[in-house]
């Protein structure tokens, strides 16, 4: 089984996602970003994603997988806008 978090995050802020798979020992993790070409593949538990923009919101996948088949779970990140604010 695997299960994941979703992350609302800010513009600007860093975001992290883990990949917590059990029942697949020594498989190879891999996060992806559905339907978009905005964020590369990277392997491991952990997708860390610095300065964060809106553009890099969405669906991702981690996909675990072993000789003996394949898991993934999907996570959404929501990239809400920076807040702003005003000094008079």
Not at 8 to 19: F, I, K, M, R, S
Not at 56 to 61: D, F, L, N, S, V
Request: proline share 1%.
């Amino acid at each position: 089984a695997g299960k994941t978090e979703n992350k609302t995050v800010h513009e600007g802020d860093n975001a992290e996602l883990y990949c917590n798979m059990s029942g697949i020992p020594g498989a190879t993790v891999i996060w992806t970003k559905v339907y978009d070409s905005g964020y590369n593949a990277e392997e491991g538990k952990l997708l860390n994603i610095t300065n964060i923009a809106r553009a890099q919101a969405g669906k991702y996948k981690c996909n675990a997988n072993n000789t003996c088949g394949e898991k993934s779970v999907v996570a959404y990140i929501d990239v809400q806008c920076k807040d702003v604010i005003f000094s008079i």
